[in-house]
C-alpha cells in the first residue's frame, strides 16, 4: 500500500514537472491591415483653344473685278461735243492681315485690312465750236487727253464670325461671318497728256472725278479653319461686300458696288 501511494505521488510531481516546462499557448496578434497606396490626385487634361482667344496673321486676296470698271461718256451739242473713255486696269491680287479676339460660344471677332490698287486708262476727245463750212480752215477747238492714273485704296472691316465647333473642340471647322466694312483712298496718281492743234503739254494733276473719300459697306463670307501640328491655322475663305456709295462715279469713271473676293490668311 505504500508502495502505491509513492507511485502516485512519483507521477503526480512528474505531471506537474511537465506542464511546469511546457509554454502556455498563446493567441496571436491581430494582423495588422495592409498599408494603403498612396492616394493620387484626378488628373486634369488641359483644354486646348483650337480658336485662340488672340490671334493674328496676314492676308492675302483675290478680286474677281478690280474695283473700277470700264465706262464711256458721250456729251454732245451744237456748239461742244466730248467722248471719254476709261479701261480699267491693274493686279486683282490684295494684302493686308487680320487680328482676331475669341468670344464665348462658337463666336469671335476679326479686324481685317487690305490694300487694294486699280489702273485707269483715260481718253478724252472734245470739240468745242462751230466750223464754217465757207473756208477750208477748221475753226472749232480740238483737243485729245490721254490719263493713266493709279489709285490705292484701304479697306478695313470688322466681321463677327460663328464657327460650327465650340472652340476647344479638334479638328477642321467651318465659319459664317458678317459686319461693316470702310474703304478710304489712299493715293491717286495721274500722268496726263493733253494735245491741242498737234502741241502736246504734260501735267500731274490727279484726277478730280473723286467723290467720296470714304465709303461705307457691308461684308458678308464664308470660310474654313484648318489647324497644323505647328501651331499656324490656314483660312480660306470667300467674302462678298456691298459698297452703299461709289468712290468714282462722274462721267466714265465708274466704282463698282459689288466686290467679289477670295481669301487666304495664315495666323498663329
Partial sequence: MESIRLRLLTVMAAASFVNAQTPAPTTPAPAKPAAEAPKQAPTTLKKVNYVRPISAGGTFGFLALVPVGE?????????????????SKGSPIGFGGLVQVALPKKFAVAATYMIHASKLETTKNTIEGIDNPFTTADERNISDVKENSSIKYRDFGILVRRYDKDHTKQGVRVFVEGGPSFRAVQSIRTTRTTTILGVSTTDNKPIDKKVQN?????????????????????????????WMDKTFDKDSYNSRKNQFEVILSITF
Fill in 71 to 87: 465706262g464711256s461718256f458721250v456729251s454732245a451739242t451744237n456748239v461742244l461735243s466730248r467722248n471719254d473713255e476709261t479701261k
Fill in 214 to 242: 470714304l465709303t461705307r459697306g457691308w461684308t458678308g463670307g464664308i470660310g474654313v479653319q484648318y489647324n497644323d501640328d505647328f501651331g499656324f491655322r490656314v483660312v480660306p475663305e470667300f467674302r462678298y461686300t456691298r
